[in-house]
């Protein structure tokens, strides 16, 4: 069992940036692929942005790549999500998500094991 926990939502506007970071006290968070995910009103849930286990290899969803940037921080066990660039398509409920169990990084949110409860980001034109 792993409960993800979000930090650093907010407001901004358009052309600023956002870091995200996510942690778990479990000590099986190491174990995890970590990704993030946002879901917009009305949407399906999105894949951001994933950070392997195995290498520390990042992977990105289309509408991020260049401008996001995932990385993990071991001494603090912390995965940060640094968002430039950010415009108003970009508001939503970001989380974070577990996955213990796969041995590569699924796009599809159902693949995923254990979720954070979300935090807001909500960017002005």
Not at 10 to 23: F, K, M, Y
Not at 37 to 63: M, T, W
């Amino acid at each position: 069992q792993v409960q993800p926990v979000e930090s650093g939502g907010g407001l901004v506007q358009a052309g600023d940036s956002l870091r995200l970071s996510c942690t778990a006290s479990e000590r099986t968070f190491i174990n995890c692929h970590v990704g993030w995910f946002r879901q917009a009103p009305g949407k399906e849930r999105e894949f951001v942005a994933a950070i392997s286990r195995n290498n520390d290899d990042a992977y990105y969803g289309d509408s991020v790549k260049g401008r996001f940037t995932c990385s993990r921080d071991k001494f603090n066990n912390v995965i940060n999500l640094q968002m430039n660039a950010l415009g108003p398509e970009d508001t939503a409920v970001y989380y974070c998500a577990c996955d213990l169990n796969d041995l590569y990084i699924d796009h599809d949110y159902r693949s995923w094991d254990y979720w954070g409860r979300g935090t807001q980001v909500t960017v002005s034109s």
